[in-house]
């Protein structure tokens, strides 16, 4: 059990999972404020990992894309954020690690 604890100990020292947030510049996004943008929408981005982070070795989500899926091509005051759920948690223990979801917001203003 010991020799357990000490290689998932070490799969997760160099596992290196990461999530690359890009604009393919389809829109106009901007991460400052704009004047006569106050409406507020915000999405949730899920993706998940396995093996303790090391599959996929990175995620590429498509800033643009999201907000276009909902007709908004024109966002302003852009903020990414990680949530930290103990569902993820839960996870991450019941698999050991083989399975980790990471969930994101995206939330801007629009017109």
Do not use: H
Request: charged share 20%; glycine share 4%.
């Amino acid at each position: 059990m010991a020799r357990l604890c000490i290689f998932l100990s070490l799969i997760n020292l160099i596992s290196c999972s990461s999530i690359s947030f890009s604009s393919n510049q389809k829109s106009s996004l901007s991460f400052d404020l704009r004047e006569g943008q106050s409406k507020e929408v915000s999405y949730e981005v899920r993706k998940p990992f396995f093996m303790w982070g090391l599959v996929p070795e990175n995620q590429v989500v498509s800033i643009d894309d999201r907000f276009n899926e909902e007709g908004f091509n024109n966002v302003s005051d852009i903020n990414i954020k990680e949530i930290e759920t103990k569902t993820k948690v839960a996870w991450m223990l019941l698999t050991l690690g083989m399975y980790y979801p990471v969930t994101y917001t995206i939330s801007g203003r629009v017109n």
